[in-house]
C-alpha cells in the first residue's frame, strides 16, 4: 500500500469557475474528513488535485501545463498521486489523451461523482493501479458532503447542476449534464446553519439560477427561493450567478427589489448586441429583449449593478453585428464585464460554422469593446465619490499590508485603512478616491451615519 506511514498532505488547484471552486470545497472538506492536511508546496504534498475547467481551449492548455510539470516533481516525490478532475473529464477525448500520454496521472473523475472521490483514493491506495471513473451524467445532487469553506463569514451554496441552454459555442451542457435543482428546503437548511455558523453572506450558484425549479414542483422558482432565504435572521446578504436574460422574469426583477438581503447587483450575460449573432448563438432573446430586461430592473432596483459577458468573434459576426454589442454595451452602461474572444469547443455546434474570425480582428474587437467598458465603468464609479456605503470586509489588501480590502452590496471593490479585526464585518466607507476598477475610502464610526446601514449604498447627506 503507499502512501502507508506517511503524512497525508495535499494541495489543490482549482480552475474556471465558482462551481468549481464550490467543488474543490467539498473535495477538501472530504479529505480533511479523512485526516488529510493541506499543504502549499507542491513539491512536498503527497496529493495534488487539478480540478479543471474546459470553457475555453487556453483553460485546456494550462490544465495540460500543468499536468506535464507534475511528472517532473514525480522525479523527487515518486509517492506523489496526482488525480484530476472537473470539467475537462467530461470529454471521452481527454480522458483517452490522458490515459494514452500522461501515466503520472494516478485517478481521474468527473463532475458527477466527486461524491467518488475517497473510496477511488481509497482503492488506488490499496491496489497502486490507475482509477478512472467518469459518469456520463446524473440526476440528483449528492447532499450533506463534508464542505471545507475558504471563508468563515461567505460562502457559496449551489442550487442547481448542469444547463438545458446548449448554447452553440458553450461546451457546459455536455460536461456538466441537464439541469437538476435541489429541493428549496435543503438549500434553506443549508443557509440557516451557514449563518448559524457565522456566515454573513451567501452566493447561490447555477449555471442558470433563473431556471431553478423548473424540474420541480409547480411553485418552486428562483423569485420564491430568494423570498424564503431573506427570512433567514442573522443573513446579511444574498447573492447570486449566473442570470441568463431569456429567464430573468419580472418575478425574479421584484424579488430582488422586495427582498432587503438580496444584493442590488447582478451579472447577466449578454454575449452578444446582434439579435442576428444571438440567434445563431441560440440564446433565446433579441437586443430588445436585453435593453427591456436592463431598463425593467434599472426602474425597480434602486442603484442597481449591472455585469456581464461578452464574446467576440463569433463564427459569422460581422463589423456590423459587433457595432450593435458596442451599441447595446453603451445603451446598458454595465458596470463592468468579462469579455471573451471566441474559443472553438470540438463537440458544439459552433466549431463547425463557416466564417472563423480570423484571431487579428477578434484581438482588435475585444479592445475595441474594452475601450468602450471601461470609460463607462469609470463614469459609473464617479457616482460613488464621496457616498458612504456598507462594506463586507473580506481581506488585506495584496498590495499593502495596512489596507483592506471588501466589497459593497453592488459587488464594488473597495480599498481602505483598516486592521485583520475588520475581516468579515460590515463596515461603512466614505469613498475619497472613486477610479475605474476600484474605490478608495475611510472607515467612518457608525455615529456618523445615524447608525443606519444603508443597504442600497445611498449617499448620506453629511449633516442629517
Ligand atoms: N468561447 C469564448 N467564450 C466562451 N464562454 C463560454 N463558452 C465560450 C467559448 N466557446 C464564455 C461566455 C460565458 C462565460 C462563462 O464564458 O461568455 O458566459
Ligand atoms: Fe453555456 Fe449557455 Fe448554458 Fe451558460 S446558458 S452554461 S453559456 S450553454
Redesign the pocket.
Known sequence: MKHFNKKLTFFIKTFG?AMNENDSEKLSGMLKALGYVEENDINKVGLVIFNTCS??ENADDRVFGNIGAIKTVKKTNPDLILAVCGCMMQQPEIVKKIVRTYPQVDLVFGTHNIHQFPELLNNFLVNGQRMIEVWEDSDAIVEDLPTDRRYPFKAFVTIMNGCNNF?T????PYTRGREVSRQPGKIFNEVQALVADGCVEVTLLGQNVNSYGNDLEKDVNFANLLRKLNTIENLKRIRFM?SHPKDLTDAVIEAIADCDKVCNYIHL?I?SGSTRILKAMNRKYTQEDIINRVQKMKDRIPDVAITT???VGFPGETEEDFMETLKVIKACKFDSA?T??????TG?P?ATMENQIPEEIKHDRINRCLEVLHQIGHDINQNYQDRVVEVLVEETSRNNPDRMTGRTRTGKLVIFEGDLSDIGKQVMIKITDAKTFSLDGKKIEQEETDGRINPYDDPVPENS
Do not use: M
Not at 169 to 172: A, D, G, L, M, S
Not at 340 to 345: A, E, G, H, K, N
Open positions: 469557475c470553457i475555453r448554447c459555442y458553450c461546451i457546459v449566473t450575460p454575449q459577458d461578452i464574446i468579462f471573451f474572444l471566441y474559443s472553438i469547443r458544439t459552433a
